[in-house]
């Protein structure tokens, strides 16, 4: 079945090491995004990318790092320069293009915990 | 920073009907207004969306204002699954854009 793999579902991290999130879809869409979620919270967005090899900076991307080598595939990296890193993140898709206003599909998250 | 504006929490009886708004007044004729829940530790989920006329699916109806600046999303009658937070956001139709969610509107469905 098509959809949006995000993995791991929980990491644990030592303070001062980097992290990838992994975030896969089979759906064939052409725009993904990475939003953080913190306890009670709405979703805030890190970075999003329209295309291949495109990415832009969401409201807080610092101490974040993306990359968007295949349309497939949006990993996120949690940098040490994040200083709060510990959050739920999740990952979403959604086809575009000129006048398709397609859903937004999301992956079931990633829960990071800082030790 | 969010183009909708919601309330914090709502709360109603199982089986009746719930009304959750959304202001957005200052949405442009070309987004359209989205709608998504998020259950508890789960990503959120696709609800409704529109443009000028009401709408109705399976899961919810979606009125819209006549000049846009504003939206209620309409659950006929809830159930205790239908507890979750609740996201109203806009989308531009030329294209892909910075999606920003609020905090959207926590409901509690009492049984």
């Known amino acids: 079945d098509g959809g949006i793999t995000q993995s791991p579902k929980y990491l644990f991290r030592k303070e001062g090491q980097n992290v990838t999130l992994s975030c896969e879809q089979n759906?064939?869409?052409?725009?993904m995004y990475w939003y953080r979620q913190d306890p009670g919270q709405g979703l805030r967005l890190i970075y999003y990318?329209?295309?291949?090899?495109?990415?832009q900076k969401g409201d807080i991307a610092e101490g974040y790092s993306v990359s968007r080598e295949k349309k497939e595939s949006f990993p996120l990296t949690v940098t040490s320069a994040q200083k709060n890193p510990t959050a739920f993140y999740l990952c979403?898709?959604?086809?575009?293009?000129?006048?398709?206003?397609?859903?937004?599909?999301f992956g079931e998250g990633s829960r990071l915990t800082v030790l | 920073d969010a183009k909708t504006t919601q309330p914090n929490s709502m709360e109603s009886n199982e089986e009746e009907p719930v009304h959750l708004p959304c202001n957005h007044s200052?949405?442009?004729?070309?987004?359209?207004i989205h709608w998504y829940r998020q259950l508890p530790s789960q990503g959120p989920e696709y609800v409704i969306h529109?443009?000028?006329s009401n709408v109705n699916n399976r899961m919810a109806s979606l009125a819209i204002a006549e000049d846009r600046k504003s939206s209620t999303l309409i659950l006929h009658r809830a159930t205790l699954r239908d507890a979750a937070v609740y996201y109203c956001?806009?989308?531009?139709?030329?294209?892909?854009?910075?999606?920003?969610f609020g905090q959207g509107t926590r409901l509690t469905i009492n049984p």
């Open positions: 529109g443009l000028t």
């Open positions: 990318s329209q295309i291949v090899n495109d990415f």
């Open positions: 956001i806009l989308r531009d139709r030329q294209g892909a854009q910075k999606l920003v």
């Open positions: 200052t949405i442009s004729g070309t987004d359209y």
């Open positions: 759906l064939n869409h052409d725009a």
């Open positions: 979403a898709s959604t086809p575009e293009g000129q006048g398709r206003i397609g859903e937004l599909f």
